[in-house]
């Protein structure tokens, strides 16, 4: 519910910049609001790849909805219909997740033992440190492809938004909050100075308990998205 107030709020500035004139208090009080929904969202994806049953329905269901709400996005945040400069979050969404699950597919393959050879390095701690060094070259290079990806896109985030994606997929997976929460905090200043509001959702986060609980059940998320940004744009094209 936070996450979607947050995103709500941010849009309203961003669409309606007729009513809120850009460069005013209220304006920059909302869109620095607004900053900390793309974290919240991000987590939850997050929390929902560990979770799902279906990886498969979760990644279509993903990509299905950021195509129906890129029209919509276009319209709240740049008053047309067709606008290749930006993409909506959910691509960037989609990018990411689709990253975990690579990543996590060449692990299981590398740790396959029926993929051992003649030939292979013998000693089990030699071939456990040789399996283990491969395992995060691939990973960091799949990581990496996917955010040039979005970098190309030019989805919202960017890269920004995978290297945040991948870093709360490493505090899920090694329940570490004091070096990813200083690698999320630093992803996060390095986007610029209205973006250090975002460090406000890092406690929330903290605090989540990690199962899938509220935080976690995000399908209300599918509908919210695309309808208040559908709102937003005829707003913006039609009334303001």
């Given at each position: 519910?936070?996450?979607?107030?947050?995103?709500v709020?941010?849009?309203?500035?961003?669409?309606?910049?007729?009513?809120?004139?850009?460069?005013?208090?209220?304006?920059?009080?909302?869109?620095a609001?607004?900053?900390?929904?793309?974290?919240?969202?991000?987590?939850?994806?997050?929390?929902?790849y560990?979770?799902?049953?279906?990886?498969?329905k979760?990644?279509?269901?993903?990509?299905?909805?950021?195509f129906?709400?890129?029209?919509?996005?276009?319209?709240?945040?740049?008053?047309?219909i067709r606008?290749?400069?930006?993409?909506n979050?959910l691509?960037?969404?989609?990018i990411?997740?689709?990253a975990?699950?690579?990543?996590?597919?060449?692990?299981?393959?590398?740790?396959?033992?029926?993929?051992?050879?003649?030939?292979?390095v013998?000693?089990g701690?030699?071939?456990?440190?040789?399996?283990?060094?491969?395992?995060?070259?691939?990973?960091?290079?799949i990581?990496?492809?996917?955010?040039?990806?979005?970098?190309?896109?030019?989805?919202d985030?960017k890269?920004?938004?995978?290297?945040?994606?991948?870093?709360?997929?490493?505090i899920?997976?090694?329940?570490?909050w004091?070096?990813?929460?200083?690698?999320?905090a630093?992803?996060?200043?390095?986007?610029?100075?209205?973006?250090m509001?975002?460090?406000?959702?890092?406690?929330?986060?903290?605090?989540?308990?990690?199962?899938?609980?509220?935080?976690?059940?995000a399908?209300?998320?599918?509908?919210?998205?695309p309808?208040?940004?559908?709102?937003?744009?005829?707003?913006?094209?039609?009334?303001?």
């Amino acid at each position: 519910m936070i996450a979607a107030v947050s995103m709500v709020i941010d849009h309203t500035a961003m669409a309606l910049a007729v009513v809120i004139p850009r460069g005013s208090a209220a304006y920059f009080a909302m869109r620095a609001l607004g900053r900390i929904a793309a974290p919240l969202f991000f987590w939850m994806l997050v929390q929902g790849y560990h979770h799902t049953s279906d990886i498969r329905k979760y990644m279509l269901r993903l990509i299905v909805f950021a195509f129906v709400s890129e029209i919509p996005f276009n319209m709240a945040a740049r008053g047309t219909i067709r606008y290749a400069g930006h993409q909506n979050i959910l691509f960037t969404m989609a990018i990411g997740l689709a990253a975990l699950w690579a990543a996590d597919a060449v692990s299981r393959k590398l740790r396959d033992p029926a993929r051992e050879r003649p030939g292979a390095v013998s000693s089990g701690a030699g071939r456990a440190a040789f399996t283990a060094a491969a395992e995060w070259v691939l990973r960091i290079s799949i990581y990496a492809a996917a955010g040039l990806l979005a970098w190309v896109l030019k989805t919202d985030y960017k890269f920004w938004g995978i290297a945040l994606i991948v870093v709360f997929s490493l505090i899920k997976r090694y329940n570490d909050w004091r070096w990813g929460g200083f690698a999320a905090a630093l992803i996060l200043v390095l986007q610029g100075w209205l973006e250090m509001f975002a460090l406000a959702a890092l406690p929330l986060l903290y605090l989540n308990t990690g199962e899938r609980g509220r935080l976690g059940r995000a399908r209300w998320f599918y509908l919210v998205y695309p309808g208040h940004l559908l709102l937003l744009g005829l707003l913006r094209m039609f009334v303001f």
